[in-house]
């Protein structure tokens, strides 16, 4: 059991440094670029997982829909305009931004099955995005620089793409599909359509001849993000269960805001810290009423 909660929490903290590894891939690499190549070389890498574990591809069509609506959403769109908001607000920014996805997932799962949640829901909701207001809006003396109205609100539409990727993805396992099959294979066959742009996007290779710094941001997001944080996630709710680790997910917002500091020296004022506490307890309302 140890073993199975320390891969749930790596996974997590991988996660969680993904704006903060975003941020140091676009201070010198072009955003659209930063995402391309995050999506192709995981992409590729993932294919060669595929097909080692040789998970199938699927077979109706409705499940093919399925496969392509979350993959479009969570591999393309999602880390397009999250990538390019990044490069315009902070790391700090993004990663409480993203600590919100569990509600953006719960009410576009909603929308789709044509639900209406609970009032005590409708609180969480609430409350979380009182707290993305206050981050948004609010800006505190010395972090002002840091962040910027446009890059949050594109974090925060890139959410939307990217929960809208989950409830497909929730949807395609649903009919027997396995998860990382959802993953996998959604990420490698969006590589595999890309891969014939890749001079249109990166005309000038030159432009790649960046720092190793550069360089690590992006592969951490391609490699780290992509495969390694699924594999080690997917293992461990294979074993442990969703209702045992889903709560490790709110460590995620916690690792990415202390490697903010630590790695980039991003600031933390009043209003950044009444956001957070907001979020958080926005998302944990919610979550709660969705499993009552």
């Known amino acids: 059991m140890p073993t199975i909660y320390l891969a749930a929490l790596a996974a997590v903290v991988i996660w969680g440094a993904s704006p903060v590894a975003t941020k140091i891939a676009v201070a010198e690499i072009d955003p659209v670029a ?3 190549l995050r999506t192709l070389i995981g992409g590729l890498a993932a294919v060669g997982l595929a097909l080692a574990m040789r998970l199938p591809l699927p077979l109706l069509s409705a499940q093919r829909r399925l496969l392509a609506v979350s993959a479009t959403c969570g591999f393309i769109l999602f880390p397009l305009l999250f990538t390019i908001g990044v490069r315009m607000t902070s790391a700090n920014h993004a990663t409480i931004i993203l600590a919100a996805l569990p509600v953006f997932t719960a009410a576009i799962a909603s929308a789709w099955d044509r639900l209406w949640p609970s009032r005590l829901w409708w609180l969480g909701v609430l409350v979380t995005m009182a707290g993305e207001a206050v981050l948004i809006f609010g800006r505190d003396a010395g972090a002002a620089g840091q962040a910027s109205l446009a890059g949050d609100l594109m974090v925060l539409t890139g959410n939307l793409f990217a929960s809208l990727g989950y409830v497909a993805g929730a949807r395609l396992q649903q009919t027997g ?3 990382t099959g ?40 391609a490699l780290a993000v992509t495969i390694v944080g699924y594999v080690l996630w997917y293992w461990a709710l294979g074993r442990g269960g969703i209702a045992k680790l ?17 790695l980039l020296g991003e600031l933390m004022g009043g209003s950044f810290l009444l956001a957070v506490a907001l979020v958080l307890s926005g998302v944990w309302i919610s979550l709660r009423a969705m499993r009552s």
């Open 182 to 221: 959802v993953t996998f294979w959604g990420a490698g066959l969006t590589a595999l359509l890309l891969l014939p742009l890749v001079f249109l996007v990166i005309p000038d290779p030159a432009a790649l001849a960046v720092s190793t710094r550069a360089w690590s941001g992006l592969l951490y997001q």
């Open 246 to 262: 889903g709560l490790m997910q709110f460590l995620q917002p916690v690792s990415g805001v202390i490697l903010a500091a630590l």
């Open 34 to 36: 930063v995402a391309y």
């Open 177 to 179: 599909y396995p998860a």
